[in-house]
């Protein structure tokens, strides 16, 4: 009976961020570490001893939410540890966990535990991306832009980028997609004004000037995902020419300001009127209460 062969360990990469590092329950001094070797355990580092991620992927913290999340540390401190790498004699660099250590830092706190890794730069980019892809709440626009780094600066192809994050080629190719979008559609995808499906439904239109005409008449009326898809399929069979509505001349665009004001002033509330260029259109008057609905029917003099 011939000898079994050890299975082959599996990349760990494929398995998400816990994987990579190894997680040990095991406690050491920082002095222990030594840069060369890959020790498991969490360690006690000083907050003024680290620095932050120069490939941190994201650019903007919400205060409020850090100031949240600081709260909670000063009650049940850091449930979670920060990841760093060890570059000198006490001194490390954040790899992953940068919203911890700043609200650690809100909450007054001079050390944090954290997991120490071996990891050049194009090991600590991959973890990075793959950290705030698995563990922030990114808009889409942020996971496109993640996606597409990963695969430009960490010489990935789509199905290994796949295997990293846990998402299927196509959910993959989807997110890519929309970085092909015009960038006044992907400023409105990072605000959140636009939804991803909206989107996904907007790179089916080819022609630019027909994609932005449905994108502002989504905007502008409000429109749902099933019936933006609707006017996509339509505009691609040929069945229905997209006129962007919300276009209006500059002088009728000023009297409509004005006299939204005007309401506004009136109403004693903040009143939305729309029209397009065929004078059609709405008015909006919002209410907080019985008693304020009541006011607004009194002048209007129906009570």
């Not at 001094?29 to 070797?37: G, M, R, Y």
């Not at 004001?261 to 909006?284: D, Y």
Request: charged share 30%; aromatic share 4%.
């Amino acid at each position: 009976m011939a000898d079994q062969q050890p299975k082959k360990k599996k990349s760990v990469l494929g398995r998400g961020l816990g994987a990579l590092l190894e997680d040990s329950p095991a406690k050491h001094k920082p002095e222990e570490i030594l840069p060369e070797v890959v020790k498991a355990g969490i360690f006690e580092i000083k907050l003024s001893q680290i620095q932050v991620n120069p490939f941190q992927p994201r650019v903007y913290f919400d205060k409020e939410a850090l100031l949240e999340l600081s709260e909670s540390i000063k009650v049940q401190g850091i449930i979670q540890p920060i990841t760093v790498r060890k570059i000198d004699t006490d001194e490390y660099q954040l790899i992953s966990g940068e919203r911890r250590f700043q609200a650690s830092k809100i909450a007054g706190l001079t050390q944090i535990p954290a997991y120490v890794r071996t990891a050049n730069d194009q090991q600590m980019l991959e973890m990075a991306l793959i950290e705030n892809i698995q563990r922030e709440n990114l808009n889409a626009l942020e996971i496109a832009q993640s996606y597409q780094r990963l695969l430009a600066e960490c010489d990935l192809k789509q199905e290994e980028l796949g295997d990293r994050v846990g998402k299927n080629r196509t959910t993959v190719n989807n997110y890519l997609r929309l970085l092909k979008l015009p960038p006044t559609i992907q400023a409105a995808i990072r605000d959140q004004k636009l939804s991803m499906g909206h989107a996904r439904a907007l790179i089916n239109v080819e022609d630019i000037d027909k994609q932005l005409a449905i994108f502002n008449k989504a905007l502008t009326e409000e429109l749902s995902v099933r019936k933006v898809e609707a006017l996509v399929k339509a505009l691609n069979e040929g069945q229905h020419e997209v006129k962007n509505t919300s276009e209006l001349d500059p002088v009728k665009k000023y009297e409509i300001n004005k006299l939204q004001q005007k309401l506004a002033s009136h109403f004693g509330t903040k009143v939305s009127l729309k029209a397009n260029p065929k004078n059609k259109g709405e008015i909006k008057i919002p209410f907080n209460s019985t008693s304020d609905l009541n006011r607004i029917l009194e002048i209007l003099e129906i009570i």
